[in-house]
Structures are given as structure tokens and as C-alpha cells.
């Protein structure tokens, strides 16, 4: 073919913690590993752009405990307590090789002991980008993947791309591949998340993967109006006020977002963080600096002045569906693909409910690590087999339509179609079975079109790719909201504002033509890894 030409053990898709965890776990284990980003690793996606909590607990039966227990009833018991006790022990040994391999600098709490539960996020992706180097693991940076490829039997046999630096595609043949490509955010602005347009779980789909808890998507982030950083966890400490400066009751980041929700529907929401102390202002600088840099530019103190807030909508970054993992080793339902970080989903320790910037960091590090050792054993019980094996592209919307090819650019209108239905309060923050099936209907009618018309070739590839991923994303929610008729997690729906205890069971879907939905019982044990 033209451009580059590799072959490989194992292939990583993604650029972030759970990409880099994946790409080091799978060299240290023996295979040979590229490593595919969109961006350039170490710099693209949420985690490099921010600071985050990590779900760091010692081993202290109850402290242990008490972690798992903090939200159980917040996700609507549909975690699974095996698989929380297993990201909890691989975060804690995961962290304490980042402080003592990766020596990141971890500060000291007042007893000289490092404080280990957060991390500042672009130096720990700067670290973690040279321990994969370090391992042997090559990089291809600005390289978005566009198609899995398979082979005769369906199982995932590497992948194709294209590199906009070198102006070319490109394709990896590999044993193995892990999508750590994070999440959906539908190119809503929030901070770090323009590389995040759900085309892992396109990719997957498009070999027969299953996904799980696409209706826990409607997550949206608190930032201050006309900026992208989206961290909330100081908004604990604010007021929030309607536009006439009299109070929002009921408005809070926790458990009062939708007031704000249903206010900004028809005016503008003000917010000032009046409620910390000098103390606390302090620590809060010193913890989430780039939180501040909205302010400071447009010379602003939060503490004493009124700002106007929006919400940005973070999709499956924030929230816990994704590509559903069938093993220990975070495999999928198709041989050959694993999947970690945002891109799979985070039910089985966060149930419904987002575990914010904590939970995903730990289920990060754990799932990738997990899928990167589990993608080495598969790829390297393939031997010579892998190098020799035909190859069939998978791909679909975006590069093979089914009929006569649209004009140029067609995928901006699909993204806008797509937005119009997934970016709105009224339609995706508070939900609705009315507007959920309206909403769904117009969706399916842009993939219908996006199917049968939607092509671009080079760089416009990657965009189309995005615009048919987004789609696809949308469907898979809106028709597992539908099918989950009752409130549970943060799939909440105002014409079944209460929770059913009968529906206390996880709701899987695929399908792209034809989307499906099933429920899984809770209790139904995970394949264990071989």
C-alpha cells in the first residue's frame, strides 16, 4: 500500500493514561507495540490538559470498604464490588510505580508523607509518554485511526489511518488491538476534549462489539461562560444567583446542576464561590491551577465577583458507558480487541453515576493496564500467524458509502445535525421519552443519509469518521435511555422520575444500521480472563 506499512504485536489507539498504561504493560510483557494517536501523546485529550483526583486508597480493609461503598446508591447498584476491589489494589500498586519508576514528584502533607490520591495532568502524561518510549513502544503521533481491520474470521487483525503531518495512510497489521480512545463529548468545547468524538466505539461496532451504559451519557460540566474548563469540584463552595442577582435556590454543582439547567433554558446564571474560606483559597490554587486561568485573563476574582456560568456537555468523558469488556483483561466480544480508559465502560465500579475525574483516573491506569497485558498474551499465542493473516477493512460511514458519494464537507453538516439533538439542556440534560424519540428519529435519519452518502478521502477522512462516530454515539444513548423507563444513576427521565427496583439490571446495545438494545443482569458473572 502507500504511506507506511507496519507490523506489529500489539496495537494501542489512543494517547492518554489508559493508552500509555496499555502500550507500557504490553512491551514490558514482551510484545512488540505501536502506539496511535490522534494528537500528540503526552499532550492531547482531558487528562493532559488538567489536574485530577485518582481513586488512591491504601490497603486498609475500611478504608477499602468505605471507598466502595461512597457510591453505590449515587450509580444505582449496578457496580460490581469484585471489580471495584480489583481497580482499587491495581491503582494503589499503579500510582505507587508512577512515584517510584515514573518518579513523578507527588507533594508532602505536613508529615513529609507524599499525597498520592491526585495528579497534575500534563506532567504525568509528559512522564508516562517517556516510559513508553522508554519501553521500546513506537509512537505515531497525529495519527488518527479511521478503520479496524480484520481478518476471515472476524477477529481483529490491526488497523488503518491516516498521519496528517506526513500527509499520508497508513496501516498497522498487529496480533492484538486495545481502543483507549476516550470518550464523546460531541465537540462541545469543553477542555481537552476535542479529540474525544467517540470513534473508538465506531471502530468497535463495526466488528461486531458490544456496548454497556450509553444511556449514563448526559454528563455537563460547570465552566464559566465563553471559556472550556470544565473542572467542578470548586463549585462546592459556590452560590449561584439568577440574572437579576437574586439567589438560584436549589442551583449546586451536586444534586442541584439541573436547576441550573432549566434557569440557563431562559436566562443567564451567575455563580461566585463566596463560600470558601482564605484557607481554603489557598489550597485551591495550589490544587486545580489551570481552574484559575479563565479568571485571571479576563481579570476576574471568583471569591468576591459574580461570573455567568454555562454547562458544557462532557458525554461519556464524564459519564460511565462505553464498549462493554467481557474478562478480566478488559477483552470485548470480538477475539483480538480490548478496550480501556473512556472508552470502555466505567459501570462496574461507578454503576450510573460519574465517578469524575477520580474514578476514570483509577479505571485509567487499571483497564489499561489490564487490556495492554491481556492484548500481549493474545497477540504473542498468535506467533508468525498475525503477519500472515488476510486483511479486511471494516470500516463503513465516512469511507465506503452505500450510495452516491455527498459533496465535500458533508460532515459538517452531520456534526451539526448531530449537536442539534446531543448539546441542548432541554434534550439530552433533561430527559424526556417524547423528545428522546424525536430526537433518536432525526438521528437515525442523519446515519441513514451519513450511510449512504457521507465520503472523504486524506485528511477530510478523519473528520467524516468523527461526524459518523458522533452519530453512532448518539443513537446507542438515546436508545438505551428509551429503553430505561425509570431514573437510575444520572440517566434520569422527568416522565419516570422514580426508580424501579425491577430494572436494576445494565442495558446493552449495538448495532449501527439497525441499533438494538438488551438488559443484563447485574449479578450475571464476568467471563474471567484465560
Request: hydrophobic fraction near 40%; glycine fraction near 12%; aromatic fraction near 6%.
Amino acid at each position: 500500500m502507500k504511506g507506511l506499512d507496519l507490523t506489529t504485536d500489539v496495537l494501542v489507539v489512543g494517547g492518554g493514561p489508559a493508552a500509555t498504561w496499555a502500550a507500557l504493560k504490553a512491551a514490558q510483557a514482551g510484545a512488540e507495540v505501536v502506539l496511535a494517536d490522534k494528537g500528540h501523546c503526552g499532550t492531547s485529550g482531558a487528562t493532559a490538559s488538567a489536574g485530577t483526583g485518582v481513586w488512591y486508597v491504601p490497603p486498609d480493609p475500611a478504608a477499602r470498604e468505605a471507598a466502595m461503598a461512597s457510591r453505590e446508591e449515587l450509580g444505582g447498584r449496578l457496580d460490581d464490588r469484585r471489580w471495584k476491589r480489583r481497580v482499587l489494589e491495581q491503582t494503589y500498586a499503579g500510582v505507587n510505580e508512577l512515584a517510584a519508576a515514573g518518579r513523578y514528584p507527588f507533594p508532602t502533607g505536613p508529615d513529609g508523607t507524599q499525597l498520592r490520591n491526585g495528579l497534575q495532568g500534563p506532567e504525568y502524561m509528559r512522564r508516562m509518554r517517556v516510559r513508553v518510549q522508554r519501553a521500546g513502544v513506537r509512537v505515531l503521533d497525529h495519527s488518527p485511526v479511521t478503520e479496524l481491520l480484520t481478518d476471515p474470521s472476524g477477529a481483529v487483525a490491526g488497523a488503518a489511518g491516516y498521519r496528517r503531518q506526513a500527509g499520508e495512510p497508513y496501516r498497522v497489521r498487529a496480533g492484538a488491538v486495545v481502543l483507549a480512545t476516550g470518550g464523546c463529548a460531541f465537540l462541545s468545547g469543553a477542555l481537552g476534549c476535542n479529540v474525544d468524538t467517540g470513534d473508538g466505539a465506531l471502530l468497535a461496532a463495526e466488528t461486531g462489539a458490544e456496548l454497556s451504559g450509553m444511556e449514563f451519557s448526559n454528563a455537563y460540566g460547570i465552566a464559566p461562560e465563553g471559556t472550556s474548563v470544565t473542572k467542578t469540584a470548586f463549585y462546592a463552595f459556590a452560590t449561584f444567583f439568577h440574572e437579576d442577582g437574586t439567589v438560584l435556590e436549589g442551583a449546586a454543582s451536586q444534586g442541584g446542576r439541573s436547576v441550573i439547567a432549566r434557569a440557563l433554558l431562559h436566562e443567564k446564571v451567575y455563580c461566585r464561590l463566596d463560600r470558601a474560606d482564605e484557607s481554603a483559597r489557598g489550597a485551591m490554587r495550589l490544587a486545580q491551577p489551570n481552574f484559575f486561568l479563565p479568571f485571571d485573563r479576563l481579570g476576574i476574582d471568583p471569591f468576591t465577583e459574580r461570573f455567568a456560568v454555562t454547562l458544557l456537555a462532557e458525554g461519556t468523558v464524564r459519564g460511565t458507558g462505553g464498549i462493554r469488556v467481557t474478562g478480566d483483561d478488559c477483552a470485548t466480544t470480538v477475539p483480538g480487541l480490548y478496550a480501556a480508559g473512556d472508552a470502555a465502560t466505567r459501570e462496574l465500579i461507578c454503576g450510573g453515576f460519574t465517578g469524575g475525574g477520580s474514578h476514570n483516573a483509577a479505571w485509567a491506569i487499571s483497564s489499561g493496564t489490564w487490556a495492554g497485558k491481556g492484548a500481549a498474551r493474545h497477540a504473542l499465542s498468535l506467533g508468525f500467524r498475525a503477519a500472515t493473516r488476510s486483511l479486511l477493512p471494516a470500516g463503513g460511514a465516512g469511507l465506503r458509502p452505500t450510495g452516491r458519494p455527498g459533496r465535500p464537507g458533508a460532515h459538517r453538516e452531520v456534526t451539526a445535525a448531530v449537536q442539534a439533538e446531543v448539546l441542548p439542556y432541554d434534550k439530552n440534560y433533561l430527559r424526556h421519552g417524547t423528545v428522546l424519540t424525536a430526537s433518536l428519529a432525526a438521528l437515525d435519519a442523519t446515519w441513514r443519509e451519513a450511510r449512504a452518502t457521507l465520503h472523504a478521502t486524506g485528511p477530510d477522512a478523519v473528520r467524516a469518521r468523527e461526524a459518523a462516530a458522533m452519530t453512532a454515539h448518539a443513537r446507542w444513548m438515546y436508545a438505551s435511555a428509551l429503553a430505561r423507563t425509570e431514573s437510575r444513576g444520572m440517566a434520569r427521565r422527568l416522565d419516570f422520575p422514580g426508580q424501579d427496583p425491577a430494572q436494576r439490571h445494565r442495558v446493552v446495545s449495538g448495532g449501527l444500521d439497525e441499533v438494538w438494545t438488551r438488559p443484563e443482569p447485574v449479578a450475571a458473572p464476568l467471563e474471567a480472563a484465560s
